[in-house]
């Protein structure tokens, strides 16, 4: 029995074309700035994304905190909403490597407004305050279960953040679901934020890779942050090579996941015990709520010896499925048709 893995767009491997890409890819040493593949990547983001300069890590989470890094400091303060991946799930970084700490606001879905932003600024420059540096957005929103900001939304939070005189962090691990689904140009993206992270490694099936684009100065700080971190890696243009290839194919057939996940969640929600909403199922990512005896857990073991990976996911009785180029519109029924066998022996 094939399995059908379902816990994450990170597990995709490689494909056939991807893998001729990175066996053919000329390298050099990138901490000498002389990889010329990692070099045409970082130029083709920030073009993308209409910034002077972009820079390459082996991580989302890397991306996130050097931008993070080179935002904020000791005694400094991030906005964000309660369930950013930057919060929950980057092992503490923002204060662990930065000595900054997150001030939280309540987003729907993730996503907040202005108000909300406006209603935990700090006035004035009392000794008590931490210095608020930033505020941190996330599109697509993963524990808001892939929702995706409406454009006027953003440029409402961006406007009010640098009115307030602090930056915006765009974390865009899966912001190209977001583009595809809602048609606004990456470039419109790039104008609202100062740093925007990308990952190639999500929905865009690279085995590695992210980026952050800035400006010039902000991406050579960030180049002393990444090295810190031991992320100064050197033939790095393997990996930059499928990065290329995965911005070249698979971009646009990320609707493809996004309909795979809308039809799932109308089969999973037929099942006892579990339910989701399919209008809420904007893009790959599908939130299951469980009712079944043993709860979240006990379903997650169950599918597994069914042939579906899946994961528990936050502190109540969910599941997350999660859609992706390795999962073909064919395996969707019977991912469904498992997690039902699963949902009814227990
Ligand atoms: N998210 C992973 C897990 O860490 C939860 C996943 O399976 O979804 N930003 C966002 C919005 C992310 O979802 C992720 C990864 C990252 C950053 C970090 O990327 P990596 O895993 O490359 O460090």
Same mark, same amino acid.
Not at 107 to 125: C, H, K, Q, T, W
């Given at each position: 029995?094939?399995?059908?893995?379902?816990?994450? =767009?990170?597990?995709?491997?490689?494909?056939?074309?991807?893998?001729?890409?990175?066996?053919?890819?000329? !390298?050099?040493? =990138?901490?000498?700035?002389?990889?010329?593949?990692?070099?045409?990547?970082?130029?083709?983001?920030?073009?993308?994304?209409?910034?002077?300069?972009?820079?390459?890590?082996?991580?989302?989470?890397?991306?996130?905190?050097?931008?993070?890094?080179?935002?904020?400091?000791?005694?400094?303060?991030?906005?964000? =909403?309660?369930?950013?991946?930057?919060?929950?799930?980057?092992?503490?970084?923002?204060?662990?490597?930065?000595?900054?700490?997150?001030?939280?606001?309540?987003?729907?879905?993730?996503?907040?407004?202005?108000?909300?932003?406006?209603?935990?600024?700090?006035?004035?420059?009392?000794?008590?305050?931490?210095?608020? &540096?930033?505020?941190?957005?996330?599109?697509?929103?993963?524990?808001?279960?892939?929702?995706?900001?409406?454009?006027?939304?953003?440029?409402?939070? /961006? /406007?009010?953040?640098?009115?307030?005189?602090?930056?915006?962090?765009?974390?865009?691990?899966?912001?190209?679901?977001?583009?595809?689904?809602?048609?606004?140009?990456?470039?419109?993206?790039?104008?609202?934020?100062?740093?925007?992270?990308?990952?190639?490694?999500?929905?865009?099936?690279?085995?590695?890779?992210?980026?952050?684009?800035?400006?010039?100065?902000?991406?050579?700080?960030?180049?002393?942050? &990444?090295?810190?971190?031991?992320?100064?890696?050197?033939?790095?243009? !393997?990996?930059?090579?499928?990065?290329?290839?995965?911005?070249?194919?698979?971009?646009?057939?990320? /609707?493809?996941?996004?309909?795979?996940?809308?039809?799932?969640?109308?089969?999973?929600?037929?099942?006892?015990?579990?339910?989701?909403?399919?209008?809420?199922?904007?893009?790959?990512?599908?939130?299951?709520?469980?009712?079944?005896?043993?709860?979240?857990?006990?379903?997650?073991?169950?599918?597994?010896?069914?042939?579906?990976?899946?994961?528990?996911?936050?502190?109540?009785?969910?599941?997350?499925?999660?859609?992706?180029?390795?999962?073909?519109?064919?395996?969707?029924?019977?991912?469904?048709?498992?997690?039902?066998?699963?949902?009814?022996?227990?």
């Amino acid at each position: 029995m094939d399995l059908i893995d379902l816990r994450s =767009d990170t597990v995709t491997r490689p494909g056939p074309g991807m893998r001729k890409a990175m066996h053919d890819a000329e !390298v050099g040493d =990138d901490v000498f700035g002389d990889d010329p593949t990692i070099n045409q990547l970082q130029e083709r983001v920030a073009a993308l994304f209409g910034k002077e300069a972009a820079i390459w890590t082996p991580t989302g989470t890397m991306a996130n905190q050097i931008a993070i890094g080179s935002l904020a400091g000791q005694g400094e303060e991030i906005i964000c =909403d309660r369930g950013a991946h930057i919060v929950n799930y980057e092992g503490g970084a923002i204060s662990a490597l930065w000595g900054a700490q997150s001030l939280v606001v309540d987003g729907e879905r993730g996503i907040f407004g202005p108000e909300d932003v406006r209603a935990v600024l700090r006035r004035g420059d009392n000794e008590h305050f931490p210095r608020q &540096r930033a505020v941190a957005l996330e599109n697509t929103h993963n524990r808001g279960g892939g929702s995706v900001w409406p454009i006027a939304q953003m440029r409402k939070v /961006a /406007a009010l953040a640098h009115e307030a005189g602090l930056a915006v962090h765009l974390d865009g691990a899966r912001l190209w679901n977001a583009h595809v689904v809602s048609g606004v140009p990456l470039l419109e993206y790039g104008a609202l934020a100062d740093t925007v992270s990308v990952c190639l490694s999500k929905g865009l099936g690279a085995p590695a890779g992210s980026l952050v684009a800035s400006t010039r100065e902000r991406v050579m700080r960030m180049r002393r942050l &990444r090295k810190r971190l031991g992320g100064g890696l050197r033939q790095a243009g !393997v990996l930059a090579a499928a990065g290329l290839y995965a911005l070249d194919h698979h971009i646009e057939r990320l /609707a493809e996941d996004h309909q795979n996940a809308r039809r799932l969640a109308e089969l999973v929600r037929e099942i006892p015990g579990l339910s989701c909403e399919p209008r809420l199922v904007e893009t790959n990512l599908l939130f299951v709520d469980v009712a079944v005896k043993g709860g979240s857990r006990a379903l997650v073991a169950a599918a597994r010896s069914e042939g579906v990976l899946c994961n528990a996911e936050g502190a109540g009785e969910r599941i997350r499925l999660v859609t992706h180029l390795d999962v073909p519109a064919s395996a969707i029924p019977e991912a469904a048709q498992r997690l039902r066998q699963a949902a009814t022996a227990l």
